[in-house]
């Protein structure tokens, strides 16, 4: 007995096509979420979460890092405040697990920021609470995929307001 094989229709080559460019797509987003500026904290290994936001439109991430061991010395979630000016439509997209205690997201608005055609400015204040006051801690901001090559960053150490502002 002689079995065939139907042939592939196009739509099911679609398909693997899709699922194999999502698969690619993550896999470079997971490895440029590595690459990351260390400045005077280099050589230290981290620990990152990163809510994602949409900003007028404009996927964005907001990485917190700190050091490998933060999942034991972080007490509660992280707050995060991200300010922007008046009437800027905003969202949380997607949030994480924090250090292991959860993330508080929250928005707020500022007169004293603008919003042009071609930039939004944006206030982020990240509060990592620790056992550690030592423990450093990291912020970025990055938009959308060229933002993560150069992200926006401040530093500061645990309980303690870290703030940053910059534009998407």
């Not at 204040?125 to 006051?133: G, Q, S």
Request: charged share 15%; hydrophobic share 50%; glycine share 8%.
């Amino acid at each position: 007995m002689v079995i065939r094989q139907q042939p592939r229709s196009s739509l099911a080559r679609i398909d693997k096509v899709k699922r194999l460019q999502r698969v690619s797509l993550l896999v470079i987003v997971a490895l440029l979420s590595t690459l990351t500026p260390q400045g005077a904290m280099a050589g230290t290994g981290w620990c990152r979460t990163d809510p994602v936001v949409a900003i007028g439109g404009q996927l964005a991430d907001v990485f917190v890092s700190a050091p490998l061991d933060a999942p034991l010395l972080v007490t509660g979630p992280n707050h995060i405040v991200i300010t922007l000016p008046p009437g800027v439509g905003r969202i949380l997209v997607a949030s994480t697990l924090g250090f292991g205690q959860g993330e508080i997201v929250e928005f707020a608005e500022s007169p004293s920021l603008n919003a042009t055609a071609d930039r939004i400015d944006v206030r982020i204040k990240v509060y990592v609470p620790a056992t550690d006051d030592s423990m450093p801690v990291l912020v970025e901001f990055a938009p959308e995929v060229v933002g993560v090559l150069a992200p926006a960053s401040a530093q500061g150490t645990a309980n303690t307001w870290v703030s940053l502002k910059t534009w998407i």
